[in-house]
């Protein structure tokens, strides 16, 4: 089963999720998987902390031309759709950072002047974590193809186990790259007015790609009721509530599991493993 974990803004507590689920799959021996493909700024690692044993650079196909059999005829940038090449005057320009790697400057150069060159965005990550695989991504410092790498990360899945996927936060490009072919999508939010206003826009979201999902509600004894009152008019299940207590707040501020540091809350997740279980 491949679960995303994603939420409609940031800080709502994907990651205090995904690693806690991760966690307490591993402790009843089940095969368990953690992607971070939150690759701007994965931080799983904070709490999980894995050892690990393999780091692979994750590249793109970008245009290279040879000036020299170039004809200036044009036609490599009228098919870019992105401006990502831009013949000018006798030269060809190219902007590695807008392009898609989708290679059809290549097909149609009459001239054979345009090859591929590969360019590295970032890295993944593959250790162990107890009894759960980790694998993350880490986009290069300024590099924007986050969508590129979230798939390179994807490609690293275990199809024989359970595989967690902690989405960056939001609805846009990267988010979708994430969570478009998973099992089933946790949204998690929490009861205020800007976690609603975001709760909506990802359950918009997922409707749309027609992923099964359910919510995950976090400080659920702030705020006021109107997340729980969308949820039940709109026939989301919410199939875990975390409250907010100090406890699990100095849990997380020392990068310690809850579900280890607060055994009080372990029931929690692993009632949430079940949840999730039965859905399959």
């Known amino acids: 089963m491949k679960i995303a974990i994603a939420s409609g803004k940031g800080g709502t507590g ?12 591993a402790e009843r021996g ?10 701007e700024e994965p931080n799983g690692h904070i709490f999980l902390r894995p050892d690990i044993r393999l780091t692979e650079p994750a590249t793109v ?3 290279e031309v040879d000036l020299s059999r170039c004809s200036d005829c044009g036609k490599c940038g009228r098919i870019c759709q992105y401006s990502a090449i831009v013949p000018l005057n006798g030269k060809v320009l190219t902007f590695e950072q807008l392009c898609h790697s989708c290679g059809g400057c290549v097909l149609v150069c009459p001239q054979k002047a345009i090859r591929e060159k590969r360019k590295t965005i970032g890295y993944v990550d593959e250790g162990v974590s107890g009894g759960v695989m980790f694998v993350q991504g880490r986009l290069e410092i300024g590099d924007v193809r986050t969508p590129a790498l979230i798939r390179q990360v994807k490609r690293k899945i275990d199809s024989q ?10 609805t846009t490009c990267p988010v979708i790259e994430a ?4 099992d089933f999508v946790l949204l998690v939010t929490e009861p205020t007015p800007f976690g609603l206003h975001d709760l909506k826009l990802a359950v918009e979201m997922v409707k749309k790609l ?11 004894n702030i705020g006021d009721d109107r997340v729980h ?3 039940r008019e709109e026939g989301i299940d919410i199939v875990m509530e975390l409250p907010d207590d100090r406890k699990i707040a100095e849990a997380y501020s020392s990068g310690r599991m809850i579900a280890e540091a607060v055994p009080d809350y372990k029931h929690c997740f692993e009632q949430l493993a079940h949840a999730l279980e039965v859905r399959k």
């Open 229 to 231: 009152r969308y949820c």
């Open 61 to 63: 196909a970008v245009p």
């Open 210 to 220: 027609k992923r099964a999902f359910a919510a995950v509600i976090n400080r659920s």
């Open 14 to 25: 994907k990651t205090t999720i995904a690693t806690n689920l991760a966690f307490v799959i």
């Open 30 to 39: 089940e095969p368990v998987q953690y992607l971070d493909c939150d690759v």
């Open 161 to 170: 186990a359970v595989a967690i996927m902690d989405a960056p936060p939001g």
């Open 179 to 182: 969570v478009r072919d998973e």
